[in-house]
């Protein structure tokens, strides 16, 4: 199933879908892309006070690793992933991120590498404390302009229902 969502009266004012919306074996491929920059790279490493020289020096990349050059942090990668699929799924909609797991990485990311995303729907349960919210579990894979899968991870999402 490609971009296949439950047919409804509206989305939300902000543009996310409601809980009963999420049709489990939907695929969604993201609009939005990005093409990474060592300036995006750079300011999050240092954001987060990760010196990782894999991340912010490119001479200790070109003289001591495989790669040659800087890896995008990985935790970048998968924030801007999760970002990606923000507009599409969950803006506004969104109660709480429950978790991710299976977080993977099984590429590198690169300067000048342009990610794409698709939004796997895996699951969805009715919030046993919350009558007003379902539970839906997602599969986020990211790649890059080649094709190659760089990221993926499960999320758990908290979601609003649209109906009470």
């Known amino acids: 199933m490609r971009d296949q ?10 543009g996310g879908i409601f809980y009963e919306d999420f049709v489990i074996g939907a695929l969604i491929e ?3 892309t990005k093409t990474v920059t060592q300036m995006d790279n750079m300011l999050f490493s240092n954001m987060t006070l990760n010196p990782q020289p894999l991340h912010i020096d490119a001479h200790f ?3 001591e690793t495989e790669w040659g050059r800087p890896l995008i942090n990985s935790l970048f990668t998968l ?11 969950t803006l506004g909609t969104t109660i ?11 590429a590198p990311l690169f300067e000048g590498d342009t990610l794409h995303v698709t939004t796997e729907v895996l699951s969805k ?12 579990e997602l599969l986020h894979r990211a790649y890059q ?3 190659k899968l760089v990221a993926e991870c499960r999320r758990q999402a ?4 649209r109906i009470v």
């Open 5 to 14: 969502l439950q047919p409804g009266p509206s989305r939300h004012k902000r």
């Open 30 to 32: 993201h609009r939005l």
């Open 61 to 63: 990349c070109a003289a």
């Open 79 to 89: 924030g801007l992933m999760v970002g990606i699929s923000v507009n599409d799924l």
């Open 96 to 106: 709480a991120n429950l978790g991710m797991t299976q977080v993977k990485f099984p």
């Open 125 to 136: 349960r009715l919030s046993k404390s919350r009558p007003d919210a379902g539970i839906v």
């Open 145 to 147: 302009q080649e094709g």
């Open 158 to 161: 908290f979601m609003k229902k």
